[in-house]
């Protein structure tokens, strides 16, 4: 099962995987190709994600896509965090166990290899990330799986 916020928007060809969170004010719009998010990602406020015609959005499994980011017909691998306001575009692809900056601009077709650390405007990958910094990565998916169920569970809108 997943959770989906009351004024989020799903619109078109959407998978939603196992565990999924997508938080308030989200708006995943497949109306020209898929969207594919892995089990345990989250989706937090503001994001858009959308496709092109060629362009699918796949966001794997455990990641982590914070606040007002633009997921734009692109590939997110496994276990990766996009920071808040980030715009990833057409046909980028980032590696599995990334860390994308807050306010990094990902230009399309480019493409980031596993275990990055992503930042700037053009984004560029300034090292390598450790185990420890990947395990970060994990431990902030996890929490945000465990947030939303919370929010099913206990938390209501007030009027």
Not at 11 to 17: H, K
Not at 56 to 79: K, L, Q, R, S
Not at 122 to 150: H, K, M
Request: with cysteine.
């Amino acid at each position: 099962h997943f959770w989906i916020a009351p004024d989020a928007h799903v619109i078109g060809d959407v998978t939603l995987g196992e565990d999924v969170g997508i938080w308030f004010g989200v708006v995943l719009r497949g109306d020209n190709d898929p969207i594919v998010i892995g089990p345990g990602s989250n989706i937090q406020e503001g994001t858009m994600v959308h496709t092109d015609i060629g362009f699918p959005a796949t966001i794997g499994e455990g990641c982590t896509i914070g606040h007002h980011a633009i997921i734009h017909g692109c590939t997110i691998g496994n276990n990766s965090l996009v920071g808040m306001g980030a715009t990833v575009l057409n046909g980028a692809r980032i590696g599995n166990n990334c860390l994308v900056g807050a306010n990094a601009l990902v230009t399309e077709g480019k493409q980031f290899p596993d275990n990055s650390l992503i930042v700037g405007s053009p984004a560029r990958v300034i090292r390598t990330l450790d185990d420890t910094a990947i395990a970060g990565l994990r431990r902030s998916a996890e929490n945000y799986v465990r947030n939303w169920q919370r929010f099913a569970r206990d938390l209501r809108l007030l009027p």
